[in-house]
Nanobody
Framework: VQVVESGGGLVQPGGSLTLSCAASGFTVSSSAVTWARQAPGKGLDWVSAIYNDGATWYSDSVKGRFTISRDNAKNTVYLQMDILKPEDTAVYYC??????RGQGTQVTVSS
């Protein structure tokens, strides 16, 4: 059972990125998948989740800017991030099948 995050990078404020969380060993449509982030020197910050029934959740800090979705055929969950701000800079992690976490993907928002 594992998840692999990808799609991070350097983007200017106001820009967009799409993160991917590719799952294996479990089915994303049957499990809650969550995105969290950790900025340097700070604790883990829960960002968004998608549940097995398709319901979604967003933290107040990203609501209206981030969109979580999944592709059942690819067994992958995505996090579309728009109107990025410098405070969104962090390592982004995907959690699935309970507590399985990937290695993370770095997102840096800077001019």
């Amino acid at each position: 059972v594992q998840v692999v995050e990808s799609g991070g990078g350097l983007v200017q404020p106001g820009g967009s990125l799409t993160l991917s969380c590719a799952a294996s060993g479990f089915t994303v449509s049957s499990s809650a998948v969550t995105w969290a982030r950790q900025a340097p020197g700070k604790g883990l910050d829960w960002v968004s989740a998608i549940y097995n029934d398709g319901a979604t959740w967003y933290s107040d800090s990203v609501k209206g800017r981030f969109t979580i979705s999944r592709d059942n055929a690819k067994n992958t969950v995505y996090l579309q991030m728009d109107i990025l701000k410098p405070e969104d800079t962090a390592v982004y992690y995907c959690y699935g099948a309970g507590s399985v976490r990937g290695q993370g993907t770095q997102v840096t928002v800077s001019s």
